[in-house]
């Protein structure tokens, strides 16, 4: 046994460790990034559709936007004439 392991303590068990830390980093990493596009998601719902329109979006891409953090480039036609109608 190497006197390493002795003196540390630690002993094989170290890797093991580490990989179930890096999991739960993992985990809570994509926890808070849910939280932040739930955030998102809650304050663009909010907004009246003239808002939306100012910041160049509609309520059809308000998934899409809280999913990549940027407006929609192709948005569906259907979705847009929708859209236009419900604002005029």
């Not at 540390?8 to 890797?15: I, S, V």
């Not at 739930?38 to 939306?52: F, I, K, P, Q, V």
């Amino acid at each position: 046994m190497s006197t390493t392991y002795v003196a540390t303590g630690f002993g094989q068990t170290d890797a093991p460790m580490r990989r179930v830390l890096r999991f739960f980093e993992r985990y809570w990493g994509m926890l808070r990034e849910w939280q932040r596009r739930d955030t998102l998601r809650g304050a663009l719902y909010n907004l009246s559709d003239r808002d939306l329109q100012d910041i160049g979006t509609t309520r059809c891409e308000i998934e899409y936007v809280a999913r990549s953090g940027s407006a929609s480039p192709t948005a569906s036609t259907s979705c847009r004439a929708a859209e236009r109608s419900r604002i005029v």
